[in-house]
Nanobody, 119 residues
Framework: VQLQASGGGLVQAGGSLRLSCAAS????????MAWYRQAPGKQREFLASITVQVTNYADSVKGRFVISRDYGKNTVHLQMSSLKPEDTAVYYC???????????????WGQGTQVTVSS
């Protein structure tokens, strides 16, 4: 299973970016998908997650970021608005994947995409 993230880049404060992450490979089903980020010198931080039933957001991004999912394409998106310099980080996608019927779900991570917000 591979997760390929895209959409990062350089944006001015107050701007917007849309991240995407596509899962590929041997996939029977995907439970949750999520986004995390890691700034230099800091621990990886949860941002948002989505399942069929529910979405969750960290307080730091609630109201500014929106997570969505294309179930047919095994893809998750993160629409980021009102970006701040403190949002600068490497953004990682995560997916709970069941590769074959009867197997347990396992966590997979994308390679990360850099988001830089200038002031």
């Amino acid at each position: 299973v591979q997760l390929q993230a895209s959409g990062g880049g350089l944006v001015q404060a107050g701007g917007s970016l849309r991240l995407s992450c596509a899962a590929s490979g041997r996939i029977y089903s995907i439970n949750g998908m999520a986004w995390y980020r890691q700034a230099p010198g800091k621990q990886r931080e949860f941002l948002a997650s989505i399942t069929v039933q529910v979405t969750n957001y960290a307080d730091s991004v609630k109201g500014r970021f929106v997570i969505s999912r294309d179930y047919g394409k095994n893809t998750v998106h993160l629409q980021m608005s009102s970006l701040k310099p403190e949002d600068t980080a490497v953004y990682y996608c995560n997916a709970e994947v069941r590769a074959r019927l009867g197997e347990t779900y396992k966590d997979y991570w994308g390679q990360g995409t850099q988001v830089t917000v200038s002031s």
